[in-house]
């Protein structure tokens, strides 16, 4: 090799460490410092969809900016420690996202959140770049192949992701500081209902498309207050599934699993165990946090479903959080947290004042 071309080696090496070093400012470091603290005392904080957003019957104003309302705290006297918000839509630039919440109510809804001590998390339900369907259209196996590098869709893809990019790097608090993200793209990939799931797509387009979103988020628009969630769904899951798409140790940072319960409350729970047993194997492995991204049982149709089904679970796993999924309000049967007069809100409140519970003032 000749010196100029092993000089340029070193140079590209060296900017490539660069790049992924320090990949978390001071804010997103504190938040997974605080995460750990939490996990050694046995704390899992309670999150909540959209919890500031709307609930079972109210929707906030567009210009919003108290954030004071939250179905939870009507029923227990504390918000949710975790703020859960979606991002479907900002790729079209719409102004209001997937359920009708304005972008720029979520991303003060976050920041005020932030501020009273809170936690955010995203997930992204986007369209389907190539049919302009939605997220759950599966009816071309060629989408994702159609936005990696070469593809078809590639171009605009990446203006998509950089409307994400955008808008993750205005949430910035009145004194410059930026708001840490808990962001868990390309969720429920062990099922095959997103065009990114396991029948519509190959292992490796999955972990390309995993590794052009972290590389554009990262290296290219520089990042620094995004915390990476891994986030495959429970249903059938396996150690081999749960790992088969793994993006990489370096481009996850927590081990998430979203769990729904469709039928009984024991094969709920047999089903989530079963999925945390195989997250704390491999979180234990590659030194990772573990969540609950996503759990829950609409309309909540058993009283003590907080402390008898939902803890009983939990209980023996050391969790960064759980987070349960919407109350949407144009919906009346389709609530995963409990509203005042609804039948499980006594044991929600026993359950949110469990010394093993984090919730926030
Ligand atoms: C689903 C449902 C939908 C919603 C979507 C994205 O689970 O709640 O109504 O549009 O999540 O939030």
């Known amino acids: 090799m000749k010196p100029t071309a092993i000089l340029t080696t070193a140079i590209v090496l060296a900017a490539s460490c660069t790049a992924q070093e320090g990949r978390f400012d001071g804010n997103a470091t504190a938040l997974m410092d ?27 104003d567009r210009d919003e900016t108290e954030f004071l309302r939250s179905d939870v705290k009507e029923v227990c006297g504390k918000y949710p420690a975790v703020l859960g918000l979606d991002l479907g839509g900002i790729e079209l630039a719409s102004e209001q996202n997937l359920d009708g919440n304005y972008f720029s109510a979520m991303r003060s809804s976050a920041i005020a959140h932030y501020l009273r001590g809170g936690v955010v998390t995203f997930s992204w339900h986007p369209r389907n770049p190539l049919t302009d369907g939605d997220a759950w259209d599966v009816s071309s196996k060629e989408v994702v192949a159609s936005i990696l590098d ?16 955008d808008y993750f790097l205005s949430f910035e608090t ?3 500081q930026m708001v840490p993200i808990v962001f868990r793209p390309w969720h429920e990939h062990t099922g095959s209902w997103f065009w990114w799931g396991r029948d519509l797509c190959s292992v490796d387009e999955y972990k ?45 940072d927590m081990i998430g699993v979203d769990c729904y319960q469709y039928s009984t409350s024991e094969t709920f729970i047999s089903e989530l165990v079963n999925a945390l047993d195989i997250m704390k194997k491999v979180g234990e492995e590659r030194g990772k946090m573990l969540a609950v991204t996503e759990a829950g049982y609409e309309g909540i149709l058993q009283a003590d479903w907080w402390t008898a089904t939902l803890h009983k679970a939990l209980k023996d796993y050391p969790l960064a959080y759980v987070l349960t999924w919407r109350n949407a309000c144009d919906k009346p049967e389709h609530f995963y947290a409990p509203f005042p007069g609804q039948s499980s809100a006594e044991d929600f409140t026993a359950f949110a004042s469990l010394p093993d519970i984090g919730m926030i003032d």
Do not use: C
């Open 34 to 60: 605080r995460f750990q603290d939490n996990i050694s005392k046995g704390v899992m904080m309670y999150g909540h969809q959209d919890d500031l957003m709307y609930g079972h019957t109210w929707r906030i």
């Open 150 to 165: 070469g593809g078809s869709r590639h171009e605009l893809f990446i203006g998509w992701l950089s409307r994400v990019a």
């Open 174 to 176: 009145p004194d410059g």
């Open 208 to 252: 390309a498309l995993w590794k052009m979103t972290f590389d554009y988020m990262i290296n290219e628009r520089g990042l620094r207050n995004l915390i990476w969630s891994y986030s495959p769904g429970a249903g059938g899951v396996t150690e081999e599934i749960y790992m088969e798409r793994w993006p990489g140790d370096d481009m996850v």
